[in-house]
């Protein structure tokens, strides 16, 4: 049987496999080199992706555990 905090320790580690997969060099370069009119997507990416981790961990640890 599992114990009630397992089920958000495995939550918190696939957001940690998902930020890396976000910000590895590969997808980095891959953003970095859609470049249009001039304009790098690249620090949007960043601002956007960094934003969108923050706040999965923060969505994840505010949850009660009676949920």
Known sequence: MKQPGSRKLERLIALF???IL????????????????????????????W????GLTAWLMEQRSGR
Do not use: C, E, K, N
Request: aromatic share 12%.
């Open 51 to 54: 934003g969108t981790v923050i």
């Open 22 to 49: 976000l910000f590895s060099p590969p997808l980095i370069i891959m953003v970095d080199q859609l470049s249009s009119l001039r304009m790098s997507w690249l620090p949007l990416y960043l601002f956007i992706a």
């Open 17 to 19: 496999a998902v930020a």
